[in-house]
């Protein structure tokens, strides 16, 4: 009797033991992050992880809690801790440098402070990099395909985001090769969203350019893409979730397979692998992705060049 009851205690630690507990910090809000979700429960299923049976996940989703969540997912003793763009990312590692931190679609790492190098970036933070500062002027070049010369395009920076700091810097500098005039559009707070698109439009502003790498203008996707419409701007970005939300056109990385790539590292962490010896990835593909109800309906004519290069066309 004595061994039959020791038996499932022992099973049951060798269970426990199994069980992956990682949490998400994010900026922004479940609901317009949902399919970003799924896309790492997915990449977590694939490696063997299911949640509720050997794996536990502590969501925490908030554009005014950030640095609280931070705090409290900390203190839980995780195996990781997922962040979903810069700014959840740098709280986080400012948060904690014992537990390991893995990153998806964070804008050069290494030239913020985040990471020491790509190939070994050190401490506790690993993942993945986005080049969306890289691909500032190419999307400026399709713009420059869409809208006539010397057309006015409002950048919407966010201006409390270094990566746009930054990323302005680097897209004034090529904006005379494209022909094309560019008016920087900051913001500190989403509800200076209206204003500032309304007073883009009064300065003659024509199209509309949206900075990447940013929770607020992430989580203010909806309202971009019908102020743009309303305004009868075409609208240019980063991530293809825009696009599906009714914009123009994307060009950049698919997030979804940052999200699932994630749950590599975090397999790898939990198998004892030290996070500052994985090297980070760089996204390899870029889609190009085309709205055509949208292009209708503000008379534009999109080259086949351009079609044909697509990744997806939305009709």
């Known amino acids: 009797m004595t061994q039959i009851g020791v038996l499932p205690r022992v099973a049951l630690a060798q269970a426990a033991e199994k069980t992956l507990r990682v949490g998400i910090l994010s900026s922004g809000s ?24 050997n794996l536990t996940i502590e969501r925490r989703y908030s554009s005014s809690k950030v640095k609280d969540n931070a705090i409290e997912l900390a203190g839980m003793k995780l195996d990781a801790i997922f962040t979903t763009c810069t700014p959840s990312t740098r709280v986080m590692k400012e948060t904690t440098s014992s537990t390991p931190i893995v990153m998806a679609a964070v804008s050069d790492p290494v030239r913020q402070g985040i990471i020491a190098s790509l190939a070994r ?16 002027a190419k999307r400026l070049e399709l713009v420059a395909t869409l809208v006539p010369k010397s057309t006015t395009v409002a950048v919407l920076v966010n201006a409390n985001n270094p990566v746009h700091v ?22 500190r707070t989403s509800d200076e969203l209206a204003e500032a698109i309304d007073n883009a439009a009064r300065a003659r502003a024509e199209a509309l350019f949206v900075m990447p790498d940013d929770p607020m203008m992430m989580n203010l996707r909806p309202q971009i893409v019908e102020l743009a419409a309303r305004y009868r701007m075409p609208d240019f970005y980063w991530a293809s979730e825009y696009v599906v939300s009714g914009g123009l056109m994307s060009y950049g990385e698919n ?31 870029f889609e190009l992705v085309i709205n055509m109800k949208r292009a209708q309906a503000l008379g534009l004519n999109v080259p086949q060049s351009l079609l044909i290069r697509a990744d997806e066309v939305i009709q």
């Open 30 to 53: 479940y609901e317009l992050r949902d399919s970003f979700d799924q896309a790492l429960v997915q990449g977590l299923r694939d490696q063997g992880y299911v949640e509720g049976k």
């Open 255 to 285: 997030l979804r397979s940052s999200y699932r790539a994630a749950a590599t590292y975090m397999d790898k962490i939990r198998k004892g692998a030290n996070p500052g010896s994985l090297p980070v990835q760089q996204p390899t593909r």
């Open 121 to 136: 970036p050190g401490q506790n933070v690993t993942g993945t990099s986005s080049q969306a500062e890289d691909l500032l």
């Open 166 to 187: 930054l990323g302005w810097e680097r897209l004034a500098s090529v904006a005379q090769e494209t022909n094309l005039v560019l008016l920087k559009v900051e913001l």
